[in-house]
């Protein structure tokens, strides 16, 4: 009994550390940062005198966006691949899973290396949203794959041979049953790859430079508010504005998470 009252006293001791220092990083950035929310902040075009994020806020959206585009469909394809028609002792998916642990533990600062070297260079495609989309998207792929394979794998066999039971094919069992099912791992998945991805700076300062500048396209430079943080507190003179980026960088990491939330009840509910 005492080494069981004290394991519960650890656990919750562990868990109100976690919550405490959670609590005061975000009330550290919250008074630092509310304080020097301007509306010049939000003009539409940088300036050194406002040094507005408005145009680091939409291509963080844009980064957001295409990262997504790229590495979800993959990851989700590949992982279905291994779960449902490899076979659980294929000595493919051993590869495969080994690959992608491998590639998670790898330095933001060698991704931005490789996107420097392949995409912006080798391909020709210059400092852009588009390299930098590329590189994040390869970032982000492990984790993808990894938290949908074992969302996959989480979902009762039953469930499957239910299915064949009703006559289902593999593919129908799979879009049908086995895909909702999974969906809040898969989700919980797609809101780590956007955190990563919206608090990433090393690879896109490589790949997608520093140009505070609306993108024209997406094959313009462009900053997103990480790097756009990243640069105001690096030069030294704007220290209070990058507090506030700050600010609106954790608002929006709250809201995707809020909406993610929010569409995973419905799809389940569905």
């Excluded at 064949?164 to 049953?177: D, K, Q, Y």
Aim: with cysteine.
């Amino acid at each position: 009994m005492n080494v069981s009252r004290l394991l519960r006293f650890l656990v919750r001791l562990a868990a109100a550390t976690t919550m405490g220092v959670f609590c005061l990083l975000v009330g550290f950035v919250l008074l630092n940062g509310i304080p020097n929310l301007r509306p010049s902040l939000f003009a539409l075009r940088y300036s050194s005198e406002n040094v507005s994020m408005l145009p680091a806020i939409v291509n963080t959206f844009i980064m957001t966006l295409l990262s997504l585009l790229i590495a979800v469909p993959l990851g989700i394809g590949a992982a279905i691949y291994l779960v449902e028609y490899a076979g659980r002792s294929n000595r493919l998916v051993s590869v495969v899973r080994m690959a992608a642990e491998t590639l998670s533990g790898i330095p933001s600062i060698v991704y931005g290396l490789f996107g420097l070297l392949f995409f912006v260079m080798s391909l020709k495609l210059g400092l852009s949203l588009f390299s930098g989309a590329l590189t994040l998207a390869i970032m982000i792929l492990p984790l993808i794959l990894r938290t949908t394979e074992e969302a996959l794998k989480a979902v009762p066999d039953s469930y499957r041979e239910g299915s064949f039971g009703l006559g289902a094919g593999r593919l129908r069992t799979v879009l049908r049953i086995v895909l909702p099912s999974a969906v809040p791992g898969i989700l919980a998945g797609v809101i780590l790859a956007v955190g990563r991805i919206v608090g990433e700076t090393a690879a896109l300062i490589f790949t997608a430079g520093t140009v505070a500048d609306l993108p024209k396209g997406l094959l313009s430079s462009g900053r997103t508010l990480s790097v756009h943080m990243y640069v105001l507190a690096n030069e030294g003179l704007y220290t209070d504005q990058a507090y506030a980026t700050a600010v609106v960088l954790l608002v929006i990491v709250f809201g995707i998470n809020a909406l993610s939330g929010w569409v995973g009840k419905r799809i389940t509910k569905g």
